[in-house]
């Protein structure tokens, strides 16, 4: 058996209605990380969003590479980001019982790693439940111990654009990857993931209903898909 967390980055865009409704009709539990300037964008989705039960996490104001950013910046990024997220669960009317952060990029900030999840720790911030996951290179990397949620696999679909030469088989490829050099195989008996999508339009452009595609194949592949829970 597989069992995975799905996480998808960026909310929020015109898809991210459509990308809920999907998770909600095939019952897939799911955190969204927003990026404050797209819930400014689209702040009738992000409440779309919310109000149909998914957790929505804190990926900063501006999406910046943390490690291009000063301490006092990087906390800047995730403070207005997280003004907004309040703002968002208050008019939404829905609890929030959990604030996970996700690095754009997965870029956990350079010199100020250290500084930056003291940060996290200390405005508590919720890590998201990873003691399932047993792939050496993730407690080598320390991943065990950052308060920001990281993932095992990354669909990769964002690179999907025009001139790039990614289609979708090369998604397919690197779920059905058995070797990948970063990650964990997708498709492995036994494996615990966390998963990335992005709720994108410009993919939606290139290849509409993407994440219908990619996720449906993962449930075809027997892929269980479980509820997101914090230490
Ligand atoms: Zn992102």
């Known amino acids: 058996m597989i069992k995975a967390v799905l996480t998808i980055d960026d909310i929020s865009s015109k898809n991210t209605p459509a990308i809920v409704d999907y998770l909600q009709e095939k019952g897939i539990p799911a955190v969204l990380f927003a990026v404050g300037q797209n819930v400014e964008r689209y702040p009738q989705e992000a409440l779309y969003a919310l109000r149909h039960g998914v957790i929505v996490g804190n990926h900063s104001y501006s999406h910046p590479a943390f490690s291009s950013l000063s301490l006092e910046e990087g906390i800047k990024e995730i403070e207005r980001c997280e003004e907004l997220l309040v703002e968002l669960y208050r008019a939404a009317g829905v609890e929030r019982r959990f604030r996970p952060f996700r690095f754009p990029y997965g870029d956990k900030g350079g010199e100020q790693k250290a500084a930056l999840q003291a940060y996290l720790a200390e405005r508590g911030f919720d890590k998201l439940d990873d003691r399932q996951i047993l792939y050496p290179w993730w407690k080598e990397n320390g991943l065990d111990r950052d308060i920001d949620t990281f993932w095992t696999f990354d669909f990769g679909e964002y690179m999907i654009r025009p001139g790039s ?43 509409p209903e993407y994440y219908k595609l990619f996720v449906g194949y993962l449930l075809k592949k027997g892929v269980e898909f479980t509820e997101p829970e914090f230490l």
């Open 165 to 207: 030469g990614v289609t979708k088989e090369d998604v397919f490829s690197r779920i059905c990857d058995k070797a990948p050099k970063t990650g964990a195989p997708l498709l492995a008996d036994g494996g615990r993931h966390i998963i990335l999508l992005h709720a994108h339009d410009e993919t939606e452009e290139m290849l």
